[in-house]
């Protein structure tokens, strides 16, 4: 799996006062990006079974490379016939969350399953393969 990273800021090269680590003065902005067979069916997925949004679709929206969004979870979906790379995703969400969205997959019939990955955890799968991994807290 890629990620897309958007360095913004810069970095100082000086130790932090106390504690010897490097001071950070910026936020690397990543996106994950998902390969998928067919980018519309993905998009149909992530928007439909999903809750996402679209942010663009290269080619106004004729492409291959698009981006969705939720709740400032960006995921940038590539159609690749040559890669069948399998990305895994953890998304954490406080109980609140947590519980409005496992209402909003069982309203939408999104399969899911329990999983194992240090802990109880629900697992989605999308067309392609891609896991998408949410804690569940109990």
Known sequence: MLV?????????????????????????????????????????????????????????????VCQVHRAGCELILCEDATRRDKARLFVALNVDGLTAFRREIVERSVPTEKSWWGYDVIKIVDPDGNELLFPVAE
Do not use: C, M
């Open 4 to 64: 897309g990273l958007l360095l913004v800021g810069r970095i100082r090269n000086r130790r932090d006062q106390g504690s010897g680590q490097r001071a950070i003065t910026h936020r690397w902005y990543t996106r994950p990006v998902l390969f998928v067979a067919d980018v519309n069916r993905a998009l149909r997925f992530y928007i439909d079974k999903l809750g996402f949004e679209k942010d663009w679709h290269e080619g106004d929206g004729a492409g291959g």
